[in-house]
């Protein structure tokens, strides 16, 4: 095979493979199902403030916060090294507690 014919075969398949790749970045809109680039939405407008956002991580640490002190207040002790039996002081500290176990994660 020649150079050309190896350099156009190479451009063709770059070309084909860079065409297939747009439509994959393209993203729905999770409420209509339908395309925000193609209908022109503006992803912005539902955005949350820097003040929003502040608060919600404020909010969040407040309450992973609150959720460690139960389970120091039911035993827990998260600062011990090496603990051979964490995953089960965990559970029992949770249970003690009142704290779900998917409430942690």
Known sequence: MSIARKLIVLFASASLGIGAVGPAFAQNDAASGTNAAATGAVASAAKPTKEQRKQARKEARAKKNAELKKLEDAGYQPGRANDQNY?????????????GQGASQ
């Open 87 to 99: 995953p089960q002081d965990l559970q029992n500290a949770q249970k003690k507690a009142g704290i």
